[in-house]
């Protein structure tokens, strides 16, 4: 890993910073010395806190140009923000499809598209978009969420071509499971939708994986960490599985 002092001249933003592993990341970059700021739309005191909705390009574009006047630069970028749905393509609405789009591949098209320019100007950055381990896999009653997450995938490649020359590395996080508020949601409407007891979807998730238990935000803060860092600069385009083993099997 990196040592502190090579973050602590840097500027970061993470998109979905206030909770699970967004805020896993927040707090290892703050505690490194980086300066740090959150885009969400729920505050947080971890770091300095913008008001933002990603679905709306005229606030991210607000918000990362107010950065860039405080301090000059953007060094690195973890975009955590997401959305989950659990329903066949046929039960899934059309509400549920934009919101699910708009938030997972909208919203971090936006992101990027008021990033990059600065990043690209400067001639150097470090990114990572927030994958899944639908990214290698399908998932029953899973269609839309993980068209989503498969294009952050081809995303995290097509930018590696075009940006490496620009000095600017982007690699792309797929999680498993992980323990954080979205998956307790998830559980529920599993449940809910299959008429399951909560515990015995708790139960069959945790032992999917070879290692039998979820994931930590921390576990995947460490790696973010890692991939934000200087310490892999023959990285780039890489879709980089923390998921327990799951997409091994």
Do not use: W
């Not at 000095?167 to 954080?180: A, D, F, K, L, Y």
């Amino acid at each position: 890993m990196q040592q502190a002092s090579g973050f602590r001249s840097q500027v970061a933003i993470v998109v979905g910073g206030t909770t699970g592993m967004g805020n896993a990341v927040v707090r290892q970059l703050v505690a490194a010395g980086c300066k740090t700021h959150v885009l969400d739309i729920h505050e947080t005191t971890d770091a300095a806190f913008h008001h933002c909705d990603i679905r709306d390009h005229s606030q991210v574009q607000s918000c990362i140009a107010e950065i860039v006047a405080r301090d000059g630069r953007i060094d690195l970028l973890f975009i955590a923000a997401g959305v989950h749905h659990f329903a066949t393509l046929e039960d899934t609405s059309l509400a549920d499809f934009e919101r699910v789009m708009s938030v997972n591949v909208n919203g971090t098209f936006h992101v990027l598209k008021e990033v990059l320019p600065v990043m690209r100007a400067q001639q150097y950055g470090n990114i990572v978009l927030m994958g899944s381990d639908q990214a290698f896999v399908g998932k029953a009653r899973s269609a839309v969420y993980g068209m989503s997450k498969a294009a952050v995938a081809q995303l995290t490649k097509s930018l590696a071509v075009d940006y490496t020359k620009h000095n600017i590395r982007i690699n792309c996080i797929c999680p498993g499971t992980i323990e954080t508020p979205m998956i307790r949601s998830v559980v529920e409407r599993i449940g809910s939708a299959l008429g399951l007891h909560r515990t015995a979807v708790d139960e069959s998730m945790r032992t999917a994986q070879l290692v039998q238990r979820f994931g930590t935000p921390e576990e995947i803060g460490k790696a973010v960490m890692f991939l934000l860092s200087d310490d892999c600069r023959f990285m780039t385009g890489s879709l980089i599985s923390v998921d327990g083993g799951f997409v091994c099997q």
